[in-house]
C-alpha cells in the first residue's frame, strides 16, 4: 500500500524503502550515548528528530485528518498511545558558588520538543539495572492524548528485526512536549507506591 510514501514523509519512496530506514535509524538511536551531563547531544537530536520526528508528526496528522488510513500496516507497525516514562539521573551541574565549580544534583527538565527515550513499563523493572530504587531521580509521566508515540519493540517485531539487547526495556520514542509531561522528583520505590495507591 503506497498512501504513506507522500502522507507520511516528504519524500517519495516505496514503503519497503521506508521500513530499511527506520530499522537503521533506530538501531543507531537505541547506541546514541549520554553527554557528561546525562543529557543526550541536542545536534543528535537534531538528526533523529529530522526524520523519526517527521514519521510521527505525518501519523499524527493521519491519525487526526485521515483516520481510515489507520489501519495501514506500516502505521500499525508503530503505532503507541499511552502513558510513558522517563528518569532522568543526577548529574554533574556547573554552580560556581561550590567550592568545587560544580555540584551533582537534579538538573533542570529540558522540554525541547524534540524526541526522545521512553518506556511503557511504570515500575521501570527492566531498567532496574542501570537504576538504584532509593535515588532520587527526576521522573517523567507522559501520556500522549491526541499525539502518537513509536514504539520501538512493536515495529521491531512486527518487521523481524528483534533486538536482543534492549527488547526488555519496552522503549518508546515521544517528544518533549512538556503539556503532555507531569514530572516527579523522588525515588522509583515512592514513585511505584503512589501509582499503585
Not at 543528535?44 to 510521527?56: C, N, R, S, T, W
Not at 505525518?58 to 489507520?70: G, H, M, S
Not at 500499525?76 to 528518569?87: A, C, M
Not at 512536549?177 to 507506591?193: A, C, D, G, P, V
Request: hydrophobic residues 35%.
Amino acid at each position: 500500500m503506497c498512501i504513506l510514501l507522500s502522507e507520511l514523509v516528504p519524500l517519495k519512496m516505496q514503503e519497503d524503502e521506508l521500513k530499511y530506514l527506520l530499522i537503521h535509524y533506530l538501531k543507531s538511536w537505541t547506541e546514541i550515548p549520554l553527554e557528561r551531563n546525562a543529557r543526550y547531544d541536542k545536534n543528535e537530536l537534531l538528526f533523529y528528530d529530522g526524520f523519526i520526528g517527521i514519521v510521527l508528526k505525518r501519523a499524527e496528522e493521519l491519525v487526526r485528518y485521515q483516520p481510515e488510513y489507520l489501519n495501514d500496516e506500516l502505521i500499525q507497525s508503530f503505532l503507541y498511545s499511552g502513558k510513558l516514562y522517563r528518569v532522568i539521573h543526577p548529574c554533574r551541574i556547573d554552580d560556581r558558588r561550590c567550592k568545587q565549580g560544580f555540584r551533582y544534583g537534579l538538573p533542570k527538565v529540558d522540554y525541547h520538543g524534540m524526541i526522545t527515550h521512553w518506556t511503557k513499563d511504570r515500575t521501570f523493572e527492566s531498567l532496574r539495572h542501570k537504576l538504584s530504587c532509593h535515588e532520587k531521580y527526576i521522573i517523567l509521566e507522559a501520556d500522549t492524548k491526541d499525539r502518537v508515540a513509536f514504539d520501538i519493540n512493536k515495529f521491531r517485531k512486527n518487521n523481524g528485526t528483534i533486538e536482543q539487547f534492549t527488547q526488555d526495556e519496552e522503549e518508546v520514542i515521544f517528544p518533549m512536549y512538556k503539556n503532555y509531561i507531569t514530572e516527579y522528583r523522588m525515588s522509583i520505590e515512592q514513585f511505584n507506591e503512589i501509582k499503585i495507591n
